[in-house]
């Protein structure tokens, strides 16, 4: 079973940055995707950025030129780079994982289709 601890999240001023880390543990295979989503108050969670063993990424519009998604293999570890944060962007963010494929894409994230969830870290920016 893949468990997923999210870190990182705290209250920051906009323009501010922040940096979320998602640790992973118990794959089975060293090939996988994971990706970060989000969750603002009353409003459906969303895919925000996701990134392959084989490299590949893909990012939301709304986070593009702002966010930067990057990984540890060796540590099973992804990272989530928040700068020119916006109050908009204030919401619980969830890491997220697969081990069925390699690969991510905008489908998958505007999908969530992810097999294993952390339990969210909050992200509040004040303005």
């Known amino acids: 079973e893949v468990q997923l601890v999210e870190s990182g999240g705290g209250l920051v001023q906009a323009g501010g940055s922040l940096r979320l880390s998602c640790a992973a543990s118990g794959f089975t295979y060293t090939t996988y995707s994971m990706g970060w989503f989000r969750q603002a108050p009353g409003k459906e969670r969303e895919g925000v950025s996701c990134?392959?063993?084989?490299?590949?990424?893909y990012y939301a519009d709304s986070v593009k030129g702002r966010f930067t998604i990057s990984s540890d293999k060796a540590k099973n570890t992804v990272y989530l780079q928040m700068e020119s944060l916006e109050p908009e962007d204030t919401a619980v963010y969830y890491c997220?994982?697969?081990?069925?494929?390699?690969?991510?894409?905008?489908?998958?994230?505007?999908?969530?289709?992810?097999?294993?969830w952390g339990q969210g870290t909050q992200v509040t920016v004040s303005s």
């Open positions: 997220a994982a697969d081990e069925r494929r390699m690969f991510c894409s905008g489908s998958h994230a505007a999908t969530m289709d992810f097999e294993s």
């Open positions: 990134i392959g063993t084989d490299g590949t990424t």
